[in-house]
T-cell receptor
Framework: EAGVTQFPSHSVIEKGQTVTLRCDPI?????LYWYRRVMGKEIKFLLH????????ESGMPNNRFLAERTGGTYSTLKVQPAELEDSGVYFC????????????FGPGTRLTVL | GDSVTQMEGPVTLSEEAFLTINCTYT??????LFWYVQYPGEGLQLLLK?????DKGSNKGFEATYRKETTSFHLEKGSVQVSDSAVYFC?????????FGTGTSLTVIP
């Protein structure tokens, strides 16, 4: 069974540009989560989808971040315009319905904003 | 709010040494507690978990006991191997959110 995949693995952009990160969850997992680790600090929750609906987006830092999950399969996280403080590793995770305890994480996308 | 504090690294040990990585938490209610591990170039993997007080999670020789009285969930291993070199994250689950610590980098040298 394929795990959670994320694309790209690395992205380097300049301040003010736009970047879109993609996450493909494990097939059949209704729950999809985005997390972020900034500069060696703790990994922080960004938001949670159940199928294509945003269940909890309390961790989204500001309106420069837009997450979508059209069709309830893969998800994208767009940062527009990117700022220096957005640099970090963005993790995606997925879990089966009712199994929030067991989240499977992807390898992460390392974003560097110059 | 809910949070996790874990010992800072990096930690460097010789093979077969004893490992302890401290983790304490702050939470309302009774969260589930976890240790995740990230090997180089890979995603986070669940190492072990405990869902209630006095539970002991164990896997691959690692252990951690949920201590409600000290709000701790320290990770231990009696004899580390080079292949244990990774970053270890302590975490708690509150609702559908995970709260992670800052991670502790472990390097085991032969």
């Amino acid at each position: 069974e394929a795990g959670v995949t994320q694309f790209p693995s690395h992205s380097v952009i300049e301040k003010g540009q736009t970047v879109t990160l993609r996450c493909d969850p494990i097939s059949g997992h209704d729950n999809l989560y985005w997390y972020r680790r900034v500069m060696g600090k703790e990994i922080k929750f960004l938001l949670h989808f159940v199928k294509e609906s945003k269940q909890d987006e309390s961790g989204m830092p500001n309106n420069r971040f837009l997450a979508e999950r059209t069709g309830g399969t893969y998800s994208t996280l767009k940062v527009q315009p990117a700022e220096l403080e957005d640099s970090g590793v963005y993790f995606c995770a997925s879990s089966q319905e009712g199994r929030a305890d067991t989240q499977y994480f992807g390898p992460g996308t390392r974003l560097t904003v110059l | 709010g809910d949070s996790v504090t874990q010992m800072e690294g990096p930690v460097t040990l010789s093979e077969e040494a004893f490992l302890t990585i401290n983790c304490t938490y702050t939470a309302t209610g009774y969260p589930s507690l976890f240790w995740y591990v990230q090997y180089p170039g890979e995603g986070l993997q669940l190492l072990l978990k405990a869902t209630k007080a006095d539970d002991k999670g164990s896997n691959k020789g690692f252990e951690a006991t949920y201590r409600k009285e000290t709000t701790s969930f320290h990770l231990e291993k009696g004899s580390v191997q080079v292949s244990d070199s990774a970053v270890y994250f302590c975490a708690l689950r509150s609702g559908n959110q995970f709260y992670f610590g800052t991670g502790t980098s472990l390097t085991v040298i032969p």
